[in-house]
């Protein structure tokens, strides 16, 4: 059978924001590589959808479906936040059982990609690598996170652990009076291509780690190369410690978590870390300090999208990732003196740029025209 898609125009919408509706949403199947996948593009005002596809098991097409929504609405919220020109979209891909050729679910996955003829633009996500997307550019231009002529292979999730360290230490400097993570506890769900990574930087600057992961290898790697101290995924929220990192998944903070949270600060990669916006106040009402996932793990993104840009050397990037310590600092200041939540200011924040952005699209024409 050929590949068969489904297109839905304006059709979903967050309860919490019903006038910022989805403005697209593609369903692609193609029966002889057993790929399928949900496309979701939120908001193009800022410029063409950019956000990573996640590649793995779903228990069926709602739940794939429910992921696509809430991680392309969080990736409008990011690239408006970080100033990018692009808008908000994002790609899972159901991981076929049994997968006899990922290449091939991979390359029909890049025409899915090439049929919105670059109104979305794909990159890596959790199960997807710098490997994959080169397949994927085999069937469409519209991918990034590739190896560039520097030779740099493209990865963006070294540039996200930089920009949750870089947030990290100004959320250090607001809860503890001081920047520095020498000595500090760190706890870390999630030592993958992120977690690692930050890990890592930890490490470097002397931070104590406390580390779980559902992969054995994963913590005893950091166990024997960071000297990490390794627990159980379920104890890892309740850890004594610091800081708070979640990296692996999203909801880790909901009712059930968040009154055994022993951490001041929360500051992690994961996507859609609150479980529901209830959650920001069920936080603040502990005295905890939560750096909303959408404004910190923005350093991957920024990457691709500046490479995208042909702005992706050393300097730009690294500019623009140091930038996430000044709108952290915003953010927390402004939630002390308003009583609002950080996570409800920086969506309101973010949101606020996704509409204003022609005048702002108006001011880089005149600066660069
Ligand atoms: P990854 O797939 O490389 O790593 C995830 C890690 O979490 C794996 O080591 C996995 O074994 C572990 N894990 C899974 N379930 C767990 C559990 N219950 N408890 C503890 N560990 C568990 O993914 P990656 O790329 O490191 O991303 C991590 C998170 O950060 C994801 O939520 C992703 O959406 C988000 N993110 C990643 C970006 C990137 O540049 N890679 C950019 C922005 C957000």
Redesign the pocket.
Known sequence: MPTQASVIDHPFANPEHPQSPHERVLFVSDEPSGMQCVIAIHDTARGPAYG?C?FTRYPDVQAALTDALR?SEGMSLKNALAGLPFGGGKAVLIQPDPMPDREAVLRAFGDAVESLAGRYITA????TSVADMQTIRSRTAHVGGLPDDDGRDG???P??AMGVHIAMRAGAAHVFGNESLAGRTVAI????????SLAEHLAREGARLVV????AT?TERAARLLDAEVVG?GQ?AAVDCDIFAP????AVLNERTIPALRARLIC?????QLATSADGERLVGRGITYLP?FLV?????IRVGLAHLGRGDEVTVQTAIDEIATRAQAVMTLADRSGQTPARLADAWARRRLREFDAELDREVVVHG
């Open positions: 990573g996640r991680l890596e996500d959790v199960g990865d963006p999730s540039y996200t769900q999630g030592l993958g291509s992120v977690g690692y779980a992961d559902v992969d994963r995924v890892i990296c692996a998944l999203g992690g990669a994961a996507n859609n996932d793990n923005a350093g991957g993104i």
